[in-house]
């Protein structure tokens, strides 16, 4: 079945596994989810799977995808602007790299409100991947309190055009779209919020990048996506895939979130 966003961009459902599962847990938990997307013959060309486990699972999961030829993708959820050097407890991009991480999630909410990651350490990450390689997913999005005052687009807007800056013509990255309020929440925003925002961020790709960059990249949405709630978000134009926290934790209804073709209704 062929993709059902615009632009000819393959959607890319990335589970973001947060502080869970230790290296044997990842094992299990990705051999499973490889068996149940097998089971249901799904097509990696049509939409692309990753998982974003803890540091120290990589190198196991590495071993198993690529000692069992899985299609499936996999990213470290953080990565230091550094290359090398004293940096106490960082991980540097050449080592994920290393890895064969496709991608690394740079500017989580949870990295910018408890790690105090700003605009700029965003943008210098973002660079430090590009340069290693390894594709960033770059997240953005606005508190409960910006969007009573701001609006819902001005934030997200803000704090990707600071990452733009680092970005040079030609680099392949990923956008999601994450509300703050609506992470871990169980409250999604709506499919029209999120195409809105989305539209939003590519027209921001257009004027830093190009016409042909913004229509190249993926936008996610991310924030209390479930399988019962993705088909909604997969049919707006702009929204090219999911970023899945909580819901990215259990195989079948990961399983099923990466399916959602079959419910799409096209
Ligand atoms: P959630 O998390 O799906 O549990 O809301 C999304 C995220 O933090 O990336």
Known sequence: MASVTTGGRTPL????????LNHLQAIAFVQKLAWSLKDARHDFGAVEVAVFPPFTDLRSVQTLVSGDKLQIAYGAQDVSQHASGAFTGEIAAPFLAQLDCAYVI???SERRTLHGETDEIVAAKTAAAIGAGVVPLICVGETAEDLETRGA??????QLKVALASIPKGSDFVVAY????AIG??????????QQVAKALRDTIA??????????????YGG???ADNIAGFMRQADVDGALVGGASLDVEGFSAIARYQKHVGV
């Open 185 to 194: 929440s169980g409250q999604a925003a709506t499919p029209e919020q999120a």
């Open 207 to 220: 004027e830093h990048l190009g016409d042909e960059a913004a229509a190249a990249t993926r936008i996610l």
């Open 13 to 20: 459902i990335a589970g973001n596994w947060k502080m869970n």
């Open 224 to 226: 209390s996506v479930k």
């Open 153 to 158: 687009s001005a934030v997200p807007v803000a």
């Open 106 to 108: 740079i500017g989580h």
């Open 178 to 181: 994450e509300p703050v309020w």
